[in-house]
């Protein structure tokens, strides 16, 4: 299953074959995972949001779980080349993370329902029961890290903390903003809370 590319047809009884691109499918179904999570989101629920019948969703991506799994993976994929795209920009780090934490605030608190970050808003939820939704979030979030840390290498600051240290702390102060802003804080006070993180980080 490839990213992008045309890989299903919605059998009809007339008519030519609907086609489908996963990565569309897949932003439509995280919208369900998003707003129920994972055990909650129902089949019917998913194969609406997918505009696809059941033996079609399976067919293309197995079962729920690995539904899930492959939502996550193209979420985290696409999260990444975001953070690359701001943290490899120009400026100094401090004004690279501030709005590489600005852009992330708009996503985690856009109206009506705020929804945080699907990964550590629902994927941690099923850590204990689903051992490999638990591996692919942590995997995500490593390369979150990872992300991080190739900003800091691109940077001035000073050796210690090690970029990877940084790119730890960076990572911690995500999550908990994806966290409280799924839990109703206003985005103001996030923007204050990470504003007075960024020169702990840059110290």
């Known amino acids: 299953m490839r990213d992008g590319t045309k ?7 007339r008519g030519r074959p609907r086609e489908f691109i996963t ?3 897949l932003d439509r179904v995280r919208d369900v995972f998003l707003a129920k999570g994972f055990a909650a989101a129902s089949l019917d629920e998913l194969c609406a949001a997918a505009g ?4 079609s969703l399976y067919a293309a991506f197995g079962d729920k ?4 799994i492959g939502m996550l993976r193209h ?4 999260s990444v080349e975001a953070m690359d795209a701001v943290l490899s920009g120009p400026e100094p780090i401090e004004q690279r993370l501030g709005r590489l934490y600005k852009g992330a605030i708009d996503i985690y608190t856009k109206p009506p329902n705020r929804p945080g970050c699907i990964i550590v808003g629902t994927a941690t939820v099923e850590a204990t029961s689903h051992p490999a939704i638990g591996a692919t979030a942590n995997e995500i ?10 900003g800091f290498i691109k940077s001035d600051l000073k050796p210690a903390p090690t970029p990877a240290e940084r790119a730890s702390m960076s990572g911690a102060i995500l999550y908990a903003t ?3 802003a799924r839990l109703g804080v206003p985005a103001t006070e ?5 504003k007075s993180m960024i020169p702990v980080i840059c110290r």
Do not use: C, D, N, W
């Open 7 to 13: 890989i299903g047809k919605e059998p009809r009884p």
């Open 23 to 25: 990565s569309e499918v």
């Open 52 to 55: 696809l019948s059941r033996p």
């Open 65 to 68: 779980e690995q539904l899930y």
């Open 75 to 78: 979420i985290g994929q696409k």
């Open 141 to 150: 979030l490593a390369s979150f890290e990872k992300a991080f840390e190739r």
């Open 178 to 180: 994806g966290v409280r």
């Open 190 to 194: 996030l923007r204050t809370f990470v």
